[in-house]
């Protein structure tokens, strides 16, 4: 299980950062795994916990049958972020050409 952990904490998830003006400091989330959201003081701490956030998220992902669901869209959007970045590489070979 470590090695499919690290693959999706590898994974270039879209983090969101904004700052609470409200009540200070900063909330990170990421869209794409829903209910993954944190704070922190400072937007150092936010991105930390936001880490800490991710794993946690992953974890329960992979432990819980209740939320397989959630790995199985996972691995979907996994493979969008993937053919998305090799499109653009194949995009960009053919303007350099």
Do not use: H
């Not at 999706?8 to 904004?18: L, Q």
């Not at 956030?53 to 996994?78: C, F, H, P, Q």
């Not at 653009?88 to 050409?97: A, E, P, T």
């Amino acid at each position: 299980m470590m090695k499919i952990l690290n693959d999706y904490m590898s994974a270039p998830f879209r983090m969101d950062i904004v700052e609470d003006k409200d009540e200070g400091g900063f909330v990170v989330s990421y869209p794409d795994l829903p209910g993954c959201i944190t704070c922190g003081e400072t937007m150092e701490s936010a991105i930390r916990n936001a880490q800490d956030a991710k794993k946690t998220w992953i974890e329960a992902a992979l432990d819980y049958g209740g939320v397989r669901y959630n790995v199985e869209l996972l691995s979907d959007r996994l493979l969008e972020i993937l053919n998305g970045a090799v499109a653009k590489v194949n995009q960009s070979d053919l303007m350099i050409l």
